[in-house]
């Protein structure tokens, strides 16, 4: 009998030749009708240390005045990326330094006899990134004199862009430069100004005075554009569209050109970034075979999660993350960055390790 018992239960779990359990997401994240099979989800309000984070590159590197396309060169250091955690998670908006929380990426004022400017970069590990939703809080600079910018990039000839120029900023509306380069950027000197890809959108806010979501949907036929929920435009011309895999990109720079950025900035400025999500297709092979391992009913219940929309600013604990779910994983087989939040928040089924990938 004991045996018999036994044999129902493993058959019961999978184990033998019986049904397979199923698991929430196991089938990806939809967006209306459209189905992504990974994501990434980075909460820098919770994060202490940016080099931690195993879905992050901070970038070291220097290019001078020409490559800049400006006046000055650009240094682009680790030490102006500076991870500013909130005081409570998902309580407290203030960070531990005083600020509002999250990943502060700062444009250096210039230095006596310097002629690069100190800027900062960071970029996704990943650059198998084809086709998806990508969204980031941002609190731009009102220093005047630097560029943000929140972006997926393969190449100059292929890259998404939503960026933020501080000297466009007023009190009370702020544009926002939305751009598609392509091959014409590149035969236009990498000025994207006037091509058909280039759309510059005011917001009914100032974007230096809380975080808002800046939110692009790219498919193979059209891009578009949203902030706080809220849509701001497509592009449709698919000879512009990206078609190859790439990385997302959050930067914060300066070269002294006045057509752009402007600057240098006269004292420190800083974007500060509370959160990227990502969810997405993967053109790696090996990913797309654990994609159909994973997905064994997509009609099962919640096979397959919808991606919730953010509508109006985010606020703190408003913003809605799959890898800090109570009680049910739902990131199988994804990797998820996690420094200890299972364990501090009572969260999830891998309390305590520093990234896990969860199996299907």
Known sequence: MTTLWASLLLIALGFIGGPVANADCECGYSLNSTVFTDLIESDFTFLKNITQDTDWVVQEWKVDKEASKGPYGRKTQAKNVISNPSIQHNVSATGVNGDPAGLELFVRELETGEDHIGVAEVDSRRTDIIYGT??????????????????????????????????QITPTSSPVNLVLHSLLTQERGGDAKNTPTYKVVSLPFATDGEFHEYRFDWQPDKVSFYSDGSWLGDMTDSQYIPKSPGKIILSHWSNGNPLWSGGPPE?????????????FNSSLPSRREDYKKRCKDRSAPNAICPIPEQKGPPKVGTVHFFSQNAGVDKTPNQTVYAKNLSKSLGRGLAAGMNCWMQSG
Do not use: H, P
């Open 134 to 167: 990508f969204r980031a809080g941002i609190k731009a600079t009102g220093v005047n004199g630097t560029c943000g910018a929140f972006f997926w990039y393969l190449n100059d000839t292929q890259e998404i862009d939503i960026e933020f120029l501080s000297s």
């Open 267 to 279: 004292v420190d400025a800083k974007m500060t970034v509370s959160y990227v999500q990502g969810y």
